[in-house]
């Protein structure tokens, strides 16, 4: 008995030694059967006969079949692809189709239903076009007959090509190995007019496939004419298309929009001003100036108020405060609504969001009263043209992720609006921060503000260049973001002014010339005002106005500093206390009273929580293994 034991425990030693052998999960056997068609159309029987062992082919088998392609000049391809039938043993199989980044995948088996471990064979019929090469001597099928991203190796692999009439096979060539590769583990082992087969002559690992080509003469399948091939371009495309479309459409409509009313009238001679022009205050001046309000029209205005004696300026360790006064100089309709708002509650307001309201409805006040005496009169802001631009581009970058659903892969529509979303927010940000730099202001409030931009504008750019599913594709991807520039353009670029408007900019370019000069010498032929603390003082709100005020300080920093020594500016800005000098700094005194006045003014009269608006032939031997069409892989599940 115990002999027997013994006997019985080699045996079993042995076949477990010898089961992984026998038990590694392959392909048997791989046939590729392509039926070419007089349209063009293939018709392919794929038999694939596996051996389960419950490892990984467990239900059934994925066949990854590869659908996208992109031509040497960056177009996109899209080849047809239509599963017929799927047996297993002859019978009719389950069998369901998913998306991949590149084409489909088709899950054959049930999820609820275990094979039994041993030897199955799958049939897959499927019909796939445009896969068919036309060179200008002949026409070619290269075809990659199993792929080469099977996780199994493949003992065995057979490819015929039957073509629709028995005209004589011109050339032929076989590659076999992974994804690039040149190998020539096969060989032709029957060909005959109109009918050519291949075979591997051994093993091929994992990851490794053949890949077969066929030529013959023109005339046997019909080849597309030009209006096909335009028309396979155009929905190959379709997201370049869209977007080029699109974006002639948007440049066309601003093109006219601009010649039918954003052309201003022609420009008069322009000579310095040294007196403000008539009847305008600050905030007048930079209202007409801009043709529309900005937090400088609002800083501005409270210089404004405190130069003509309405109020008082408290500007120490960054908290302004402002504080009412009584008996001022005469002031203008649109300063008088700003101050009844302004001061609604209180005699002292600190310029902070916690008097959001008050700041907020003093704002408004002054825009609305400027916008009544101005806007229509001097100028149109064409606003009407703006949004429908503005609409335009939201239908341009709807119009374009619904074309990426005639293709439809979440993580593309995702990366597109996603990143179209940062890359535009970031970018148009970008530019706000450079037009605003060039006015002046706090570099650091500049840097960190584009810093992030940049980020926001990187991350978007990526997303975009992660998603797109070619060079084609990218540039489509990019249009939105950068016709987002050309949209917040048109808000200034469609506002004209009137003819009077055009006089009256005329001037105030006059005065701008004089308080923006840094070179003296070039208006003292004309004899200017004496420059006097008091002449500073002045116009020191139109400097402001006019994103000129440390120009003006600069010029005036020796009359101040003499006057500070012979103690002859008494008064002088004697509506200011803080931690700035007119007198010993006026450089920086301007500075805070202009950029730095008008972020904090900005700041504070938003709600917490919120934001203010501002190919080549295979058969002649050119091919590798991979190339073509066809291909894909698999795996079991």
Do not use: C
């Not at 068609?37 to 066949?63: H, K």
């Not at 001679?269 to 305008?280: D, K, Q, R, S």
């Not at 002292?348 to 101005?374: K, T």
């Not at 520039?485 to 005329?506: E, H, N």
Request: cysteine-free; charged content about 20%; glycine content about 12%.
């Amino acid at each position: 008995m115990r002999a027997l034991a013994r006997i019985a425990l080699a045996l079993a030693m042995v076949a477990g030694a010898l089961r992984p052998a026998a038990a590694v999960e392959r392909i048997l056997q791989f046939v590729s059967d392509v039926r070419v068609e007089r349209n063009g159309d293939l018709r392919v029987t794929e038999t694939i006969r596996v051996q389960a062992e419950g490892r990984e082919i467990r239900r059934g088998i994925l066949r990854d079949f590869p659908t996208t392609y992109h031509r040497r000049d960056g177009a996109r391809v899209e080849v047809g692809f239509e599963v017929e039938q799927v047996t297993r043993g002859g019978m009719p199989e389950a069998f369901a189709i998913e998306r991949l980044a590149n084409g489909v995948r088709v899950r054959i088996g049930r999820a609820n239903v275990l094979l039994p471990i041993g030897t199955h064979e799958y049939v897959i019929s499927y019909r796939t076009t445009r896969q068919i090469g036309f060179f200008p001597a002949y026409d070619e099928l290269y075809w990659n007959a199993t792929g080469t991203g099977w996780t199994f190796a493949i003992e065995a692999v057979e490819a015929r090509i039957t073509l629709p009439e028995r005209v004589p096979i011109r050339q032929s060539a076989f590659y076999t190995g992974p994804q690039g590769a040149r190998g020539s583990d096969a060989q032709v082992a029957h060909q005959e007019p109109g009918v050519i087969v291949f075979r591997t002559t051994k093993p091929l690992p994992p990851r490794s496939g053949l890949t077969v080509a066929a030529a013959w003469d023109k005339g046997v399948v019909a080849e597309p004419d030009t209006a096909q091939r335009a028309r396979w371009w155009l929905a190959d495309n379709l997201p370049l298309v869209v977007a080029g479309s699109g974006l002639l459409l948007l440049i066309v409509y601003y093109a006219v929009g601009w010649l039918r009313v954003g052309r201003d009238p022609r420009r008069g001679t322009v000579i310095p001003l040294f007196e403000a022009p008539e009847g305008l205050s600050a905030a007048a001046v930079r209202y007409i100036w801009r043709m529309g309000s900005d937090n400088r029209v609002f800083a501005a205005a409270v210089l404004d108020l405190a130069v003509h004696g309405h109020l008082s300026l408290s500007d120490r360790g960054g908290a302004v405060q402002l504080d009412q006064r009584r008996n001022g100089r005469p002031i203008g309709r649109a300063e008088t609504a700003m101050k009844t708002k302004l001061f609604a509650t209180a005699d002292r307001l600190s310029l902070d969001q916690s008097n959001h309201e008050p700041l907020g409805r003093a704002r408004d006040a002054l825009n609305q009263a400027l916008a009544s005496a101005y806007r229509g009169r001097l100028f149109h802001a064409n606003t009407g043209w703006a949004v429908l631009g503005a609409l335009l581009w939201l239908a341009l970058f709807a119009a374009i992720a619904l074309s990426l659903l005639a293709n439809p892969q979440e993580d593309v529509t995702a990366g597109f609006l996603i990143g179209t979303a940062f890359a535009s927010a970031g970018g148009l940000t970008l530019g706000y921060v450079w037009r605003s730099l060039r006015r002046g202001g706090s570099l650091f409030n500049h840097i960190f503000i584009g810093g992030i931009a940049a980020v926001f504008t990187l991350v978007g750019l990526g997303l975009l260049l992660g998603s797109a599913r070619g060079p084609l594709e990218l540039a489509a991807f990019l249009v939105p973001p950068l016709a987002a520039q050309l949209v917040v353009f048109g808000f200034s670029m469609l506002k004209a002014p009137t003819a009077q408007g055009r006089r009256r900019m005329d001037e105030i370019e006059g005065l701008r010339q004089y308080l923006g000069v840094a070179e003296e010498a070039r208006l003292e032929f004309m004899h200017p005002p004496e420059k006097t603390p008091e002449l500073f003082e002045r116009f020191l709100p139109y400097a402001v106005a006019l994103d000129v005020e440390n120009t003006w300080a600069q010029r005036f920093a020796g009359v101040l500093a003499t006057a500070a020594t012979a103690a002859a500016a008494a008064g002088v800005a004697s509506w200011y206390h803080g931690d700035r000098d007119m007198l010993s700094d006026p450089a920086a005194f301007a500075e805070r009273l202009g950029s730095d006045l008008s972020q904090t003014i900005a700041a504070a009269a938003t709600p917490p929580g919120s934001s203010d608006s501002g190919g080549s032939s295979g058969s002649s031997g050119g091919g590798s293994s991979g190339g073509g069409g066809g291909g894909g892989g698999g795996s079991g599940w």
